[in-house]
């Protein structure tokens, strides 16, 4: 049973991945960026899992990496996706929204607090999977915008304040969905189940196709052995015909 601070871990790893793989699309990752960033998901107390996606960011041990593992290739794909189709949001996201000259970033809380206010604008008609996907692409070029900034620090804050937006506004969303694991379904759904009226119907529609197949037969069957005599007859006069000639 997946439970709200289940799909808020997963959701810090999965933002953690995406940054890190965000990074690495733009040629900005390195081993102190990829130290950073698994410091930055670690649960507190806890180790990083091994075998994370793309060999990156440490994970949470145990079946919460195994979500990571499975959800993240989709999103992260989704994500990818959605930048190609609008480059020109995804990048320069601090200028965009950020009231300071070419968008600098001066305090290391300014990216958590320009998330929040980006994501409360983004949910507040309601939340979609394309939206989650969203914040993921945000989340990644305010990430390339702090890196390129030479504020590499301020990824923890970011990874923090995404996680606070999952915590408050998605979290109950994606219990109800099943967790992460419920984007697999959104882009592969898997086909309905046929119910025992629905075994019914198909097996009376099939005896009733085959009823009216049998009828056509026999009619053709009939029409053929009536005609039998007439063709004979035809064929006899033919071969007369043929023999005077």
């Known amino acids: 049973l997946t439970t709200t601070q289940d799909v808020i871990q997963q959701g810090k790893c999965l933002c953690g991945e995406y940054i890190r793989a965000r ?3 733009s040629g900005l990752l390195n081993r102190k960026i990829i130290q950073r960033l698994r410091n930055s998901i670690v649960p507190d107390g806890g180790s990083a899992g091994v075998g994370s ?11 919460g990496g195994a979500v990571v593992r499975e959800a993240f290739p989709i999103l992260h794909g989704m994500g990818i996706e959605l930048e190609r189709m609008h480059p020109r949001l995804y990048t320069n996201v601090s200028r965009q929204i950020s009231n300071e000259p070419w968008g600098e970033l001066t305090e290391p809380d300014t990216v958590g607090y320009l998330l929040h206010i980006v994501a409360k604008d983004l949910f507040k008609t309601g939340v979609t999977w394309g939206k989650v996907i969203s914040l993921f692409a945000i989340a990644g070029g305010l990430a390339v915008d702090c890196v390129r900034q030479d ?3 301020y990824l923890q804050q970011l990874i923090e304040g995404t996680t606070d937006v999952i915590e408050e506004d998605l979290a109950s969303w994606l219990v109800e969905r099943g967790g992460w694991l419920g984007l697999q379904d959104h882009v592969y759904p898997q086909p309905a189940e046929i ?11 099939t005896l009733a196709l085959l009823y009216l197949v049998s009828l056509f037969l026999k009619l053709i069957g009939s029409n053929y052995l009536n005609s039998e005599p007439t063709v004979a007859a035809a064929a006899s006069t033919i071969g007369s015909a043929a023999s005077s000639s």
């Open 53 to 63: 996606v793309g060999g990156g960011v440490g994970m949470i041990a145990g079946g």
């Open 23 to 25: 990074l690495k699309r």
């Open 195 to 205: 119910t025992l009226t629905g075994w019914l119907t198909i097996t009376i529609i």
């Open 151 to 153: 504020h590499t620090d």
